[in-house]
């Protein structure tokens, strides 16, 4: 096996990596298990893409987990997910800690089931001093609601006499969405071989490169994030301008 990790630029590592985690029911389904297995599978890949993403100085690994369309799945398989949540985030702790992983979670969280969040903010408490990489959860999470919560916000601050619609930038935008702080991602990945967004991030991968592969979730492991980062690093990222103007 070509040693792909050699061939990673160290300079040009992305800061911030997105994920769409997908295929879980697929990989299942081929393997003759319920889908829930193919959820419980998936958490290995989490550990491991995490723990090979901070190894490269990965900063942020955002993983779309939960979106708000996920509850319209049978009750049974939500259920489980959010029992998955709370079994792993309680069973993995140690381990952040151990790997200096700060966990954080963006999304609508007050939504979720009171067990699931109980556990989320016990997770995201005692791992908040951690510094190597911040694993960040998009949990009961959709772009659309995000961008429409920030736009309220800031239109009550108008309504109330405290801005300026022209004081609004992106700058200000940002500080109103969830990633707050947050470099945007440079690279998106999404598993399963489905090319679309289904509704994450979409103000922040604006000039994200996409990368979509064949694999299922449960079978993405570090070899295939270092893959992903060569795709990454192979491009050109011009922003607008031509090649003969990017040194
Ligand atoms: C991704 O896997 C996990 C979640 C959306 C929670 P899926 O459950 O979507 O798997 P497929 O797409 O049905 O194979
Ligand atoms: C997107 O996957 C959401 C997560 C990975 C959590 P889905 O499997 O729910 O997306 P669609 O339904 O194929 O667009
Ligand atoms: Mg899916």
Do not use: C
């Not at 959010?82 to 952040?96: C, N, P, W, Y």
């Not at 190597?132 to 309220?152: D, G, Q």
């Not at 490169?209 to 893959?227: A, C, I, K, R, S």
Request: overall charge neutral.
């Amino acid at each position: 096996m070509t040693d792909l990790k050699s061939q990673i630029d160290p300079d040009k590592v992305p800061q911030h990596i997105a994920i769409i985690m997908d295929g879980n029911g697929r990989w299942a389904k081929q393997k003759g298990l319920p889908r829930v297995l193919g959820h419980h599978s998936g958490v290995k890949s989490v550990r491991e893409v995490t723990e090979a993403g901070a190894q490269l100085g990965v900063k942020y690994l955002t993983l779309y987990a939960f979106s708000t369309e996920n509850w319209n799945r049978p009750p049974a398989e939500v259920t489980a997910l959010m029992s998955l949540l709370v079994e792993t985030i309680k069973g993995e702790i140690r381990d952040l800690n151990k790997n200096g992983v700060r966990l954080t979670a963006i999304g609508d969280i007050e939504a979720l089931p009171p067990a699931t969040l109980k556990t989320l903010k016990e997770g995201i408490e005692k791992t908040k001093d951690n510094q190597r990489i911040t694993l960040v959860l998009a949990l009961n999470y959709s772009a659309k609601w995000e961008i429409l919560h920030a736009t309220r916000i800031l239109a009550e601050r108008v309504k109330a006499g405290l801005l300026n619609p022209s004081d609004i930038t992106q700058d200000l935008f940002e500080q109103e969405l969830s990633t707050h702080g947050m470099p945007d991602p440079e690279l998106l990945i999404r598993t399963s071989g489905e090319a679309r967004l289904s509704n994450f991030l979409l103000w922040q991968v604006a000039y994200a490169e996409l990368y979509f592969t064949p694999v299922f979730w449960p079978d993405f492991g570090q070899q295939e994030l270092y893959e992903a980062i060569l795709s990454y690093q192979n491009r050109e990222r011009r922003f607008g301008r031509i090649s003969e103007q990017l040194s």
